[in-house]
């Protein structure tokens, strides 16, 4: 045994005796940081396993062609039948339910007889068909909204203007992930009962789906460029059972990478704990350092001995957070299950619990090379000369942390995916680490500037004595509870923009309707009849077709604009003689123009992408690619929720394309009963979405993430509460010692008390100004950089975080002087001598 | 009986050891005149620093009483003891107990800043000059060697012109000339303003200067010496 294992051991173990006393915030910071990660990792692993397990079932087949606008023509669907053992055809499109005089926005599923092709329906009753019966078609309908609308099988509501009987309440179908349902519950139908209607008229916002199942010895690999090659520029998207639903992988993926990041900003809360707690321990044990150096000990050896403790520390600190963080998710398994809209199994799985390992050392790595590099310096003459510890941990320390970092951040991007997030969080957690260090330094100094108007008012001058004098007890408790005010403002200021996006605080000059798939030759009828209607003061329409913005100046989009929004799927594309929104680059087309296509693009969005006057722009519209010349730029405002579209072309460039009209409705709260039945009862194929039940809806996944955010921020909070207690702990004897000397001098308790608070309160004030700004900051940054949402400060979460924090230190800081304060002087100034 | 300052009547002090209660002062009776220097001898551990803590009010006698000034310590509560102790007492700790976290000049201040004295920062420097520290007002205790710390800390029992002073030996860090200097000092407090001193010390020349040597053993009065 190497003789720094053996004096580590002879240490540990006289450590023991003391029930690992000063480990304790080590380990339960390490414990904790460790423990989330590990369920988050736990939990995106069970949903992404279900997803590759369920692909089949939740695409509803092995592989789908997907159509936007158009179904297949009879040669499509001859090829792709031809390349496949079954094919079933669904048709997807929003609609208004109607019951008696009630309209209700729904999500329509109409399906061949073939449907579904994996796993099957759950309805109520379970035997429910819908076939003709009497010439009435068969619905099913989404449980919750027949209940709603007071509908039991038999009864007859009406469906874009055709009548329908329900025929069962839907309980449950195999192909969704529960994230197609934002614009209304749904209604099932029969393919050939939705054909005998209005609404699948051209320009009608539908989508068509086929889904198919392999031939056997057929591959997904080989049809998907087969597929790619028959119906290149077609607009057809493929999806195959092994991505069954990018967007809820995607919205996983995100969102677990952001609960990864809050988990390991938590972590970094830990480890500025561990850091402290390390370098009370090195200074605890100075004078066995300098013996050990006063008889030869090498610095090196010095350091072994106390990296061999600190590993064994590390190693219990992790087994622990994993078997917490496991223990935590399969004890909440089957509400975890429960929540999610497909079946997944919930289990351990190595992976995660390795990365969260990973993490956890990183972390303790980092926040221990600075107190181990110290620690080196520390010599022989220490014995004689008993100093203060701190200072600088030496070139080596610098060099091994940058490493770590390097490692934990690579380690961080790997994990979520994320690059930029990854990097903008650990970034911003160091920033706010340096920050406050410096802070730390500058409130010391300020302090001691300070320091004359303390003369005469023992209170403030022992306050300021803590925060400017050596040892720095103060500026070591501002790190600390900073970088958790920090992580938990930043939570906050989320969280908080997250709320208020919920609140659908409707902008002034929102309309009350959206209205879609209305037909050009029924809109003047339409604006009339709406006008006519009381509290209706305004109606805006626009062509809309939708499109596929698929290249940028002749090169795939993707490759120019990145993962922009813009590009993600299909977008509303409209055509205008004049311009709807104020230019902010370029000219408009002259009326009556007939050259070549010409756009004009929205200007925020634009200049994201990096686009200029002059590129050209590929839009593939129901598989006509349109390459347009962008000539101007529009400053368009998406918040007023009015119509707002990215992409304008000149109208000859579309003319000739079906396409229906889209419009807004601008109406009082009362007046929007009679819009919904007139459009119900007289324009049957047109869908009015109310404005404030879409926000609802959206606010409603909103909420849902905004609790897991919450979830994951209890952690940095309860990290930070442990780093609040340890600190506070840790520096009780040095407390108990100072009051005691007080007191001797003629200080009453309360003096000593107030001073106390003073000292937590000043620190916990420049801990929380340094918090509000990064959680000012951070909030912007996720709310209007990633989720592309309005972001304003949300003052009272800034506050009362700050004023939470502060009050936290306080309350910990005069808790721990209590004690010592009910004791004699003698007793605690007796133990010292 | 109208000069006695301080009077310690039948004292005991039982505290609780890691084997259970240990009485470590067991009934002393001692009255202590204005102006008188009382040197409390005794080998380590008989108990001298415990009776020198019970008569600054920092402990509490578990049985018997203190009386200071005509004021019943054991009657006080904790604030009011503090509060009696400015002005009427100054301590001096056998390790000090400097606040880590102030100068020299600062820790000196703190007692008259605690009573509310305007001038605490003249005196406080005043004082350092006094001891010989006027160069190392501005030095934190790490930063002072033993000796040093110790004069830091009489001048802060000092500074407030205490009617008793409590040393727990305060020359056993200096050298012999360093230590002359501190008994000079406080000798010279005595003459001018009547300070009754109370030292415990280890030093015959500290205890040859005092007018009376009580030696203290296993918590006991072992002997009495009037040498007035
Ligand atoms: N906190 C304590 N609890 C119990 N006994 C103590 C404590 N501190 C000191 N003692 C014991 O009290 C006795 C007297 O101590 P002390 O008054 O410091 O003696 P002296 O100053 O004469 O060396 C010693 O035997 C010591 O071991
Ligand atoms: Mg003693």
């Not at chain 1, 913005?549 to 604009?561: C, F, K, S």
Request: with cysteine; aromatic share 6%; glycine share 12%.
């Amino acid at each position: 045994m190497s003789l720094a294992l053996r004096i580590a051991l002879r240490e540990m173990r006289a450590g023991l005796r003391g029930g690992l006393r000063g480990f304790r915030v080590f380990l339960l910071c390490l414990m904790l940081g460790v423990a989330a990660i590990a369920a988050v990792g736990l939990v995106r692993e069970a949903i992404r396993q279900g997803l590759a397990e369920q692909g089949a079932t939740l695409l509803g087949g092995d592989a789908q062609y997907g159509f936007t606008y158009r179904r297949a023509t009879d040669a499509e669907r001859g090829w792709i039948a031809s390349h496949a053992a079954r094919v079933s055809e669904t048709i997807t499109m929003r609609s208004m339910i109607g019951v008696g005089d009630a309209f209700t926005l729904t999500q329509i599923k109409a399906v061949d007889a073939a449907y579904p092709l994996n796993g099957r329906l759950v309805l109520d009753p379970p035997d429910a068909v819908l076939d003709e019966k009497k010439g009435v078609p068969g619905a099913f309908v989404d449980g919750v909204l027949a209940d709603r609308l007071g509908l039991v099988p038999g009864a007859r509501f009406t469906l874009g203007g055709k009548t329908f009987e329900m025929r069962a309440r839907l309980l449950s179908e195999p192909d969704s992930t529960g994230r197609d349902t934002l614009f209304g519950p749904r209604t099932l139908v029969s393919l050939s009962a939705l054909e005998g209607t209005p609404m699948l008229a051209p320009g009608s916002l539908f989508d068509s789906a086929y889904r198919v199942q392999l031939r056997p010895g057929d591959d997904l690999v080989t049809l998907k460029r087969q597929a790619a090659a028959q119906f290149h520029g077609t607009g057809m998207n493929w999806t195959d059972s092994r991505r069954p639903s990018p967007g809820t992988e995607r919205f996983t993926d995100q969102l677990s990478a952001f609960l990864v990041l809050v988990g390991l900003a938590g972590l970094a809360v830990g480890g500025s704990g561990m850091s402290s707690a390390t370098s009370a321990w090195i200074s605890s044990k100075a004078e066995t350092i300098a013996t050990l150096r006063a008889l030869g000990a090498s610095a090196g050896l010095v350091r072994r001995v106390f990296a061999v403790q600190l590993g064994v520390l590390t190693v219990l600190g992790i087994a622990l957070g994993l078997l917490l963080g496991a223990g935590l998710v399969m004890a909440a398994a089957p509400q975890i299950a429960g929540a999610l809209p497909f079946p997944v199994a919930v289990g351990l799985s190595v992976r995660p619990l390795a990365s969260a390992a990973l993490f956890g050392a990183l972390t303790v790595v980092l926040f221990t090379l600075w107190p181990l590099g110290r620690m080196t310096r520390i010599g022989a003459a220490r014995l004689y000369r008993p100093g203060r510890a701190g200072g600088w941990p030496g070139w080596g320390a610098v060099v091994s942390s940058a490493v770590v970092l390097i490692v934990l951040a690579g380690a961080a991007c790997a994990e979520t995916g994320r690059t930029g997030l990854s990097l903008a969080v650990l970034g911003g957690v160091a920033a706010a680490l340096v920050l406050l260090a410096l802070m730390g330094r500058g409130i010391g100094a300020l302090a001691r500037r300070l320091r004359p108007l303390g003369r005469g008012r023992p209170v403030l001058h022992l306050a300021l004595a803590a925060l400017g004098g050596p040892g720095g007890e103060g500026r070591a408790v501002m790190i600390s509870l900073g970088l958790g005010l920090t992580v938990l403002s930043s939570i906050g200021q989320i969280e908080a923009g997250l709320r208020s996006a919920i609140r659908n605080d409707l902008p002034a000059v929102a309309p009350a309707f959206f209205l879609i798939d209305i037909l050009p030759d029924d809109r003047a009828a339409l604006l009339d009849r709406l006008a006519a209607l009381p509290g209706v003061t305004r109606t805006e329409t626009a062509p809309m077709l939708r499109g596929v913005i698929d290249r940028i100046n002749g090169r795939p989009a993707r490759e120019v604009g990145g993962d922009h929004w813009v590009l993600r799927g299909d977008r509303g594309v409209t055509f205008a003689e004049t311009p709807r929104e104020k230019l902010t680059a370029g000219s408009w087309w002259p009326a009556g123009y007939d050259g070549p296509p010409q756009a004009s693009f929205a200007a925020k969005e634009g200049a994201e992408l990096g686009l200029k006057l002059g590129d050209r722009i590929g839009v593939n519209i129901l598989g006509r690619e349109i390459e347009a010349t962008i000539t101007s730029f529009r400053d368009v405002d998406f918040s007023t929720a009015g119509i707002g579209f990215v992409l304008t072309l000149d109208p000859a460039a579309l003319a000739g394309a079906p396409h229906t009209e889209i419009a807004t409705v601008y109406a009082t709260p009362a007046a929007e009963a009679p819009v919904l039945r007139l459009i119900g009862h007289d324009f049957p194929n047109v869908t009015a979405i109310g404005v404030r039940g879409a926000l609802e809806r959206v606010g409603e996944a909103l909420a849902s993430v905004s609790k897991a955010v919450l979830l994951a921020a209890s952690v940095t909070l309860a990290v930070g509460f442990v780093v609040l207690i340890g600190a506070a702990a840790g520096g009780e004897g040095a407390r108990a010692r100072e009051a005691a000397v007080l007191r001797s001098l003629g200080a009453t308790r309360a003096t000593v008390l107030a001073s106390f608070a003073l000292r937590a309160a000043l620190a916990g004030a420049v801990a929380g100004i340094v918090a509000v700004a990064g959680g000012v900051l951070a909030g912007w940054a996720v709310m209007d950089r990633v989720m592309n949402l309005p972001y304003s400060i949300a003052w009272g979460p800034a506050f009362a975080i700050v004023v939470a924090g502060v009050g936290a230190v306080v309350l910990a800081q005069i808790a721990f002087a209590l004690r010592p304060l009910g004791l004699r002087p003698a007793r605690v100034l007796r133990e010292a001598e | 009986m109208a000069d006695t300052v301080l009077s310690v009547a039948d004292a005991r002090l039982v505290l609780d050891g890691g084997a259970g209660p240990v009485e470590i002062l067991r009934g002393i009776t001692l009255n202590i005149n204005r102006s008188e220097s009382v040197g409390l001898v005794g080998p380590s551990g008989s108990g001298k620093s415990s009776l020198l803590m019970l008569m600054g009010g920092l402990e509490r006698a578990s049985d018997g009483r203190v009386t200071a000034l005509g004021e019943d310590l054991g009657a006080l509560s904790e604030d009011a003891l503090a509060r009696f102790r400015r002005g009427a007492m100054g301590i001096v700790f056998q390790s000090f107990h400097l606040v880590p976290t102030m100068t020299a000049r600062e820790n000196v201040a703190l007692p008259l800043e605690i009573a509310g004295a305007p001038d605490a920062w003249e005196r406080a420097g005043a004082e350092l000059e006094t001891v010989g520290l006027g160069h190392r007002a501005g030095h934190y205790p790490a930063e002072m060697s033993g000796g040093e710390q110790q004069r830091t800390a009489l001048a802060r029992a000092l500074v407030t012109r205490p009617a008793i002073l409590l040393a727990d030996e305060p020359t056993g860090n200096l050298d012999q000339a360093n230590g002359a200097a501190v008994m000079d000092l406080m000798f010279r407090l005595r003459t001018e303003y009547g300070t009754t001193l109370i030292l415990v010390t280890h030093a015959p020349e500290l205890a040859a200067r005092c007018d009376r040597v009580v030696r203290i053993e296993d918590g006991r009065i072992a002997a009495d010496e009037d040498r007035a």
